[in-house]
């Protein structure tokens, strides 16, 4: 018999949930980085281009899990109210991919989050803001 999968991480706070997406992310983990998401989610990694709802999220985010490189987060602003919160943050990437190319991306976007019980803490809106910056 195989043991039960580990359940997803939850984020007992809002800006823990961007932290816990880079994470999964960077570890290969899709699945949980979707979990993060509310099923209804918009996630846009970069401008002009919007995935949403949970197939979309998964893909979109699945392409950049590609790169096999560490995704980074840092938090500059966190504003809660209620079951609402903001946070505001710079993400990036940068290495040599598994293909060899060189990537260099990084963005200041915000993320608008909900509480969801004992799901904690879910991305209803994801802007990465990504773009090319240079090495």
Not at 9 to 18: F, I, N, R, S, Y
Not at 32 to 57: G, N, W
């Amino acid at each position: 018999m195989y043991p039960e999968p580990i359940a997803p991480a939850t984020a007992d706070k809002p800006a823990e949930a961007l932290r816990l997406v880079c994470e999964a992310l960077s570890e290969g983990d899709l699945e949980a980085a979707v979990a993060l998401y509310e099923p209804e989610a918009t996630l846009a990694l970069f401008a002009q281009k919007s995935a949403r709802r949970t197939e979309e999220v998964r893909a979109a985010l699945d392409e950049l899990m590609q790169t096999r490189l560490p995704v980074r987060a840092a938090i500059t602003r966190e504003v809660v109210t209620g079951d609402f919160a903001l946070v505001f943050a710079v993400r990036g990437i940068s290495g040599r991919s598994i293909d060899g190319s060189v990537v260099q991306l990084a963005g200041e976007g915000g993320a608008m989050l909900r509480r969801a019980g004992h799901h904690g803490w879910r991305l209803v809106v994801d802007d990465w803001n990504l773009t090319t910056t240079n090495a």
